[in-house]
């Protein structure tokens, strides 16, 4: 994510040709103070005020002191420590808004910017709100990642959710034309956090087959639908209805890949349930627990004998843990 990101999200984006004028990137905004702001020209007060409040909240201090964050409002994410990179498995997004060409034609120069402006605050909203991370805004699209900085078990499922709630928070936006999305999710190891540019134009790059395969499959959707590949499909189990699309050629991949475009959630009674579909990386390791518990052991007099079983899942209890409209499972020892 670059300054100019963080600017629009805060909707301070009319300031992006004086922060590049000024030199001013991901070191220097932490020391910026409310004088700083005056001789680079923020006259208005609340906005010196915002900017401050947001810088603060970017390194945890108080807005007199300190800065970088994100604005909370905003959803985007704490930037990460641009001196290091990992290999991480990452969902990764892509959202594309419908018909920005026509669009443009059709309203004033004014009237698209303030139309964009609200469609990136929406996604960026809703990412936030799921821990995703958006990285990067490409005129009239957003690239976000499940899985960096912060990592979660359930990075697939999370991000599944934030494109299902975008497509419902982008149409519900008062714009002068109904917004429709497209939307691609990838999940697979990548190497990510190599900066790359410089000033405004930094951002954490991401190496690997991944950004490309959500990218191929976002051009494949619908307006308001959201295709994910066969790796993501495979993690988030029976959490939700697809419809497949088979195996689909793709620009710049050397084989066909399966497709599936997600429908909704599913009507599985729980999340155990639905995670515990052979085809979850869940299910696969509560079949390898329940081999485990199946084996004879021997006791001290030699006798073989079954062990007592035990819940397939001692530690990992947040497969219990229902989501909202969904219900938990008890817990039995």
Same mark, same amino acid.
């Given at each position: 994510?670059?300054?100019?990101?963080?600017?629009?999200?805060?909707?301070?984006?009319?300031?992006?040709?004086?922060?590049?004028?000024?030199?001013?990137?991901?070191?220097?905004?932490?020391?910026?103070?409310?004088?700083?702001?005056?001789?680079?020209?923020?006259?208005?007060?609340?906005?010196?005020?915002?900017?401050?409040?947001?810088?603060?909240?970017?390194?945890?201090?108080?807005?007199?002191?300190?800065?970088?964050?994100?604005?909370?409002?905003?959803?985007?994410?704490?930037?990460?420590?641009?001196?290091?990179?990992?290999?991480?498995?990452?969902?990764?997004?892509?959202?594309?808004?419908?018909?920005?060409?026509?669009?443009?034609?059709?309203?004033?120069?004014?009237?698209?910017?303030?139309?964009?402006?609200?469609?990136?605050?929406?996604?960026?909203?809703?990412?936030?709100?799921?821990?995703?991370?958006?990285?990067?805004?490409?005129?009239?699209?957003?690239?976000?990642?499940? *899985?960096?900085?912060?990592?979660?078990?359930?990075?697939?499922?999370?991000?599944?959710?934030?494109?299902?709630?975008?497509?419902?928070?982008?149409?519900?936006?008062?714009?002068?034309?109904?917004?429709?999305?497209?939307?691609?999710?990838?999940?697979?190891?990548?190497?990510?956090?190599?900066?790359?540019?410089?000033?405004?134009?930094?951002?954490?790059?991401?190496?690997?087959?991944?950004?490309?395969?959500?990218?191929?499959?976002?051009?494949?959707?619908?307006?308001?639908?959201?295709?994910? *590949?066969?790796?993501?499909?495979?993690?988030?189990?029976?959490?939700?209805?697809?419809?497949?699309?088979?195996?689909?050629?793709?620009?710049?991949?050397?084989?066909?890949?399966?497709?599936?475009?997600?429908?909704?959630?599913?009507?599985?009674?729980?999340?155990?349930?639905?995670?515990?579909?052979?085809?979850?990386?869940?299910?696969?390791?509560?079949?390898?627990?329940?081999?485990?518990?199946?084996?004879?052991?021997?006791?001290?007099?030699?006798?073989?004998?079954?062990?007592?079983?035990?819940?397939?899942?001692?530690?990992?209890?947040?497969?219990?843990?229902?989501?909202?409209?969904?219900?938990?499972?008890?817990?039995?020892?």
């Amino acid at each position: 994510m670059d300054i100019a990101a963080w600017l629009r999200g805060l909707g301070l984006e009319r300031y992006e040709a004086t922060f590049r004028d000024n030199e001013i990137d991901w070191l220097v905004l932490p020391k910026l103070t409310g004088d700083d702001l005056k001789d680079i020209g923020v006259a208005a007060v609340g906005h010196r005020r915002k900017l401050l409040e947001a810088i603060a909240e970017l390194s945890g201090g108080s807005a007199e002191l300190r800065g970088p964050p994100v604005s909370e409002e905003a959803g985007l994410s704490h930037p990460p420590d641009p001196t290091s990179a990992e290999r991480r498995l990452l969902t990764i997004m892509f959202c594309d808004l419908v018909g920005s060409t026509a669009l443009a034609a059709r309203l004033d120069p004014e009237d698209l910017r303030e139309v964009i402006s609200a469609y990136h605050r929406a996604v960026t909203e809703v990412v936030g709100r799921f821990d995703g991370f958006v990285a990067k805004y490409m005129g009239d699209g957003v690239l976000a990642y499940f *899985g960096y900085p912060q990592a979660h078990e359930d990075d697939a499922e999370r991000a599944v959710r934030a494109g299902l709630a975008v497509v419902e928070a982008v149409r519900r936006l008062e714009t002068p034309e109904l917004l429709q999305v497209r939307i691609g999710l990838a999940t697979g190891l990548v190497v990510v956090g190599d900066l790359i540019g410089s000033g405004a134009a930094q951002e954490q790059a991401v190496v690997g087959e991944t950004p490309n395969l959500a990218a191929r499959l976002q051009a494949l959707a619908e307006p308001d639908a959201i295709v994910i *590949g066969n790796d993501t499909r495979r993690m988030v189990g029976s959490l939700f209805e697809y419809q497949s699309l088979g195996k689909v050629e793709l620009k710049g991949l050397p084989a066909s890949v399966p497709a599936f475009r997600v429908l909704g959630e599913s009507r599985v009674g729980s999340r155990f349930e639905a995670l515990g579909s052979g085809e979850s990386r869940y299910g696969a390791r509560r079949a390898d627990l329940g081999r485990a518990g199946d084996r004879e052991i021997a006791t001290d007099g030699g006798v073989p004998r079954r062990p007592t079983r035990r819940a397939p899942y001692p530690i990992a209890l947040f497969l219990f843990t229902a989501l909202p409209g969904q219900r938990a499972l008890p817990v039995y020892r």
